[in-house]
């Protein structure tokens, strides 16, 4: 039986006319018809389109069967008697059958958009129309986004940091179109409606920025083709219902502006210039590109205390010019994070000032590590949900799910469930491998695209950012049928589904229980050392791991003194949760594997996807051994029972052998392990990619630190054991001249005065560190040290231990700064020193950490690697124990 599908934008007496002539020109029966309004909007007709599609695919329509979709105010749907969406309803619709006619209402354009998709999604699931529905949906969440990143991890662009120009050698897929639809079409089946692009200074690859020509950066013909392309892509989304927000990091310069102007190309303070620059580019991106919204980071570069006047003064002023150059009334969104600035007084500043202003937050630091939030974390969703317009999560960059496929519904469910219970009314996704977009990190050729091997994950978060609430049961029926639908069986689908689920929670779970940070410092695929394991606190650990993004429960340390003490425990427990991911990771696998024999469609990926089951599952058997070990360890240190080394030397053989058999099945599967693979990447190995970018390399460290603790063992039972160490040389120096501004240069010995305005000279320093030229500023006032570096450097910056100023400024969120030395300077009345390092450029530089106890140690090589440690041998965290790592290096 052949159906024919007409698709009709009709007033309401076109409508009836239309039908008795279709009737009386003898159209069959069969004939489905679909009618959009008059004046419908270019995403009611795409998702008209995408409906037409699905019901060509019926092969038996009710006799007179059509649908007719319209925004509720539109005259065509005057005759039927509807209900009223609330005045605050956005994106809502209503499905409705009345008679031989489906109504979809949508509240506005994008509500009829969703009416159109989520019907077409029923006919396509039934191969009918739904008789009798009547439903109205409207999204959980305001705003449901995806990110990519014009961002590559090499820093490239004239050691800039974030900064990249938008070229076809940086970012090849911005300029392939059949690519976008392809990713667009996705997010408007998944029901986003938001596309962020991270780029730390994107104007001069956008905007052609007349007042300022000295600012270029491409030649013209690039820059053409860039403001056409995004015009294109702009336009493409906001057809399918997507605002596209463009992000941009502060105050970061055109390179070439800054050049002319003697400026650096990021500055820590604002200046009239920097202000009146990036007020006009920001006004003209408005102009340009009206459809488009700005999400900017305040932080980093520009010190915390400015990010408030910043956005006053600076980009709320601009926003408002560009609207009033264009003629447009409604106001875009502008999203601020909460990230390395005084959000607080941010949006105090910012709030009268502007409307349309939603903040961002990152959901779990950087990874998934729990459904919920709590203590610190929860207190600052919080306040961001009540000061904003919209407080927006970030999932960002998901550093322990790394490279595995994950895409647990029911936890990304509960996760979502917990956004509508705390406030949050945005998601910001990032993909799973952000930094190799579009492909994945498998080793297959040709690449594998994110957008079809991380399927459930954009599907998944998807579907609950617009609805959480829905039943488990109806949910278990409707992956395991989308597994059937990939893999060619209903027993494979449910097989499938639930290896994804078992595994789901194992690496989020484990994380808080025993590693250093949330952050993309720690890669988890590669395993921890010992040290890191039974002395964490020497590597800068995240507390807001544990206390804010985990339930409650205990870290290793706290697990082991209570069992030393015969205590009770409380919450969570290191070695419960890795024993039940060694047993749920186990039968993960065992439910894929026996998927095997049903599955029919997709071999190659249903492969893939039990490899890497089984390599979740030997790295949660690692993790176990090697926890254990720890215990062991430690309890060694409260009683210095041998036996306890006896049972740590096993356990530790047990986990090389775990990882040995992981580097087997993971390492030919992927290209690298993790996507970030720079020097920022410190645990469980420093050095990034060049040294440990995959499990093959950090094999022989582990068959080390077994070797090693294999010694110290034997030196311990002979009595002969001291920690070896050779005599400490200072560091080598990076020359600098220190330019007008805070500050004044001393060296960096016993005697020397730390602080311009005060007394406290230093009383002992770490022999690394003795004879380096530093700078000193005042605690009250603080101010802009301004530098000429002769060569790209670590600057070198000591807090007192503990003190307000380290926590604010080295914020482990940020993951700038990197912890090298603790003890470093001893002085009288001051805590002693934390020594902490960051990268910096050659050439002109400015520090500006507001004012506090904090002294510039000096500069040392950028690429020279200073192993984490402590002067005057200092007690680990774990009280009442002596230092362990020496058995272990």
């Known amino acids: ?48 389109d995408k409906l037409r599609a699905a019901l060509a695919q019926v092969k ?21 008697d509807l209900p009223e969406f609330g005045p605050q309803a956005e994106e809502a619709f209503l499905i409705r059958q009345v008679g031989d006619t489906w109504v979809i209402a949508g509240s506005d354009p994008s509500g009829v958009l969703y009416g159109e998709l989520e019907l077409a999604d029923r006919v396509s699931a039934a191969h009918a129309l739904p008789t009798g529905i009547d439903d109205m949906e409207h999204p959980a969440l305001k705003l449901r986004g995806t990110c990519i990143g014009m961002q590559k991890q090499e820093i490239t662009y004239e050691g800039a940091e974030y900064d990249y120009p938008y070229t076809p050698e940086n970012f090849p897929f911005f300029y392939d179109k059949a690519q976008w639809t392809q990713y667009l079409d996705m997010l408007a089946e998944e029901r986003y409606n938001t596309l962020y692009l991270w780029n730390g200074h994107p104007f001069t690859s956008l905007l052609k920025l007349p007042r300022y020509p000295e600012a270029q950066e491409l030649p013209r013909a690039q820059l053409d ?66 459809n488009a919204g700005l999400m900017m980071t305040l932080g980093e570069a520009l010190s915390p205390q400015y990010g408030a006047e910043w956005l006053a003064s600076t980009i709320i002023p601009g926003v408002k010019e560009g609207l009033k150059e264009s003629g447009i009334r409604t106001e875009p969104p502008i999203v601020v994070r909460a990230h390395a600035t005084d959000i607080a007084a941010v949006m105090k500043a910012a709030t009268p000032l502007y409307a349309n202003i939603d903040t961002m937050f990152k ?88 957008i079809d091997r991380d399927w459930i994950w954009f599907a998944a978060w998807g579907r609950y950012a617009w609805n959480p609430n829905r039943d488990p049961e109806k949910e278990h029926a409707y992956w395991a049928a989308q597994f059937a639908k990939r893999f060619g069986s209903a027993r494979a689908g449910e097989k499938l589904f639930e290896a994804y689920t078992l595994a789901g929670p194992c690496q989020p779970r484990l994380l808080p229980r025993i590693g250093i ?38 870290r290793l340390q706290e697990y082991v003194a209570q069992e030393f003490r015969h205590e009770p425990h409380h919450g969570e427990t290191p070695l419960g949760v890795s024993d039940e991911t060694v047993e ?92 970030m693979e720079t020097a920022q990447r410190r645990i469980p190995f420093p050095g990034g990619m ?68 005060r007394s406290e000279t230093i009383g002992d320093v770490a022999p690394e560190l003795n004879g380096l030229k530093g700078i000193r500023i005042s605690t009250r006032e603080g101010g802009t040290v301004r530098f000429n570096l002769s060569a790209q450097a670590q600057i070198l910056v000591g807090f007192p231990a503990g003190s307000s100023a380290q926590s604010s400024v080295l914020d482990p969120e940020t993951e700038q700064w990197n912890l090298l030395l603790l003890n470093g300077v001893v002085a009288k009345g001051t805590p002693a020193m934390a020594v902490w390092a960051k990268p910096l450029p050659a050439g002109a530089n400015e520090l500006d950490l507001d004012k506090g106890h904090y002294v510039i140690l000096g500069f040392i090589p950028a690429g020279l690697e200073v192993k984490p440690h402590i002067h005057f041998e200092a007690q680990s965290s774990a009280a009442g124990t002596p230092n362990l790592d020496w058995l272990f290096e």
Request: aromatic share 10%; glycine share 6%.
């Open 584 to 675: 749920a990771s186990s039968k993960a696998l065992q439910a894929a594997q026996a998927a095997g024999p049903f599955v029919s469609r997709n071999r190659d990926e249903y492969a893939r996807v039990v490899n890497d089951l089984e390599a979740i599952a030997l790295l949660m058997q690692f993790y176990n051994a090697k926890v254990k070990a720890a215990e062991q360890v430690l309890l060694y240190g409260y009683d210095h029972d041998a036996a306890h080394l006896a049972q740590a030397d096993a356990l530790l053989a047990e986990s090389v052998e775990r990882f040995r058999e992981l580097t087997a099945v993971a390492g030919p599967a992927y290209l690298t392990a993790t996507g």
């Open 1 to 48: 039986m052949r159906i024919l599908v007409i698709s009709m934008r009709l007033g309401r007496t076109m409508f009836a006319a239309a039908a008795v002539f279709l009737l009386c020109a003898g159209v069959h029966a069969e004939t489905i018809r679909v009618f959009t309004g008059k004046n419908a909007a270019p995403r009611e007709l795409y998702g008209a």
């Open 225 to 290: 083709a860039n403001m056409a392309m995004f015009k294109w892509l702009t336009a493409e989304a906001a057809r399918r219902g997507i605002r596209v927000v463009q992000g941009f990091y502060n105050i970061h310069l055109s390179h070439a502006f800054a050049r002319a102007h003697h400026l650096p190309y990021h500055l820590s303070a604002p200046n009239a210039l920097a202000s009146a620059y990036t007020r006009y580019a920001i006004a003209e991106f408005i102009r340009t590109y009206p």
């Open 363 to 450: 959901w779990n630091g950087e990874s998934l590590t729990w459904t919920n939030v709590r203590g610190p974390v929860l207190d600052r969703f919080r306040m961001l949900a009540e000061s904003s317009n919209v407080a927006i999560a970030n999932v960002h960059l998901l550093s322990n799910l790394e490279p595995f496929r994950w895409g647990d519904p029911d936890f990304i469910r509960e996760t979502l469930a917990n956004f509508q219970r705390i406030g949050i009314g945005g998601l910001h996704l990032y993909p799973l491998r952000y930094w190799d977009w579009p492909y994945s990190g498998d080793n297959a050729v040709p690449r594998l695209m994110q």
């Open 517 to 554: 940070t949330e952050g993309n410092r720690q890669a988890f695929t590669l395993g921890m050392t010992m040290p890191q394991l039974i002395d964490p606190g020497r590597f800068n650990p995240a507390e807001t791991l544990w206390t804010g993004d985990a339930p409650p429960g205990e």
């Open 60 to 80: 038996d329509a009710p006799r007179g069967a059509r649908v007719l979709a319209a925004v509720r105010s539109a005259p065509e749907l005057a005759r039927f």
């Open 690 to 757: 060049d040294a440990f970018p995959d499990w093959q390399q950090c094999l022989p460290m582990y068959e080390k630190e077994l070797a090693t603790f294999r010694k110290r063992r034997a030196e311990l039972l002979s009595g002969g054991a001291a920690a070896e160490s050779a005599a400490t040389k200072p560091l080598p120096q990076v020359g600098f001249t220190l330019e007008s501004g805070a500050g004044e240069t001393f060296t960096v010995e016993r005697g020397a005065q730390l602080f311009l305005d």
